[in-house]
């Protein structure tokens, strides 16, 4: 029986992400993945091609600051990294931070309202390694009082492949 919360096929074609979403977001703990900057460097052309964006909303660029101060050291020093690497991404187009400036302390609430929101008119895709985060998009995929395209979600597997969630541990 396989329990894994990740499909067993491989990402190998990135453009499967992207053929299946308008929208890309990418949570804090996925920023701070190494698997994430290493897609970024070899998909980053491609992205670009497709005119697609990855979203980053204003709250996880607040956590990742707060870790800057908060973080131990090793934490932090991951943590202004990847603001430096965002400002690029940002500068060279293949990212853009949007959400609500008055709900920034909370990340994972701001991409739940953001998927409910925009679910009726974009096809989003998620990129989290926050199971309950996971969970939680996966039940906006249950939303009966109105209709909305599937959230999707992807995360890294243990192999360190990027694949497709298809439930929460």
């Known amino acids: 029986m396989n329990t894994s919360i990740y499909t067993t096929e491989r990402m190998s074609s990135f453009g499967e992400l992207i053929r299946i ?22 998909e980053g052309a491609r992205m670009i091609s497709a005119h697609r964006k990855f979203y980053v909303l204003k709250s996880a660029v607040t956590e990742l600051e707060k870790l800057t101060v908060t973080g131990d ?50 096809r989003i895709a998620v990129v989290t390694q926050d199971n309950d985060l996971a969970a939680d998009l996966l039940n906006v995929n249950q939303l009966r009082s109105f209709d909305g395209n599937e959230v999707t979600l992807f995360g890294w597997n243990k192999n360190n492949i990027l694949c497709r969630r298809i439930a929460a541990a």
Do not use: M, P
């Open 73 to 122: 050291h090793t934490l932090r020093n991951n943590a202004e990294e990847v603001l430096i690497r965002l400002n690029d991404l940002i500068t060279c187009g293949l990212a853009v931070v949007t959400g609500e400036i008055d709900n920034a302390a909370i990340n994972d609430e701001q991409i739940i309202e953001y998927a409910i929101r925009y679910r009726t008119i974009k």
């Open 21 to 42: 979403s308008d929208v890309i977001i990418v949570d804090t703990c996925s920023l701070l993945h190494n698997g994430f900057w290493e897609l970024v460097v070899s």
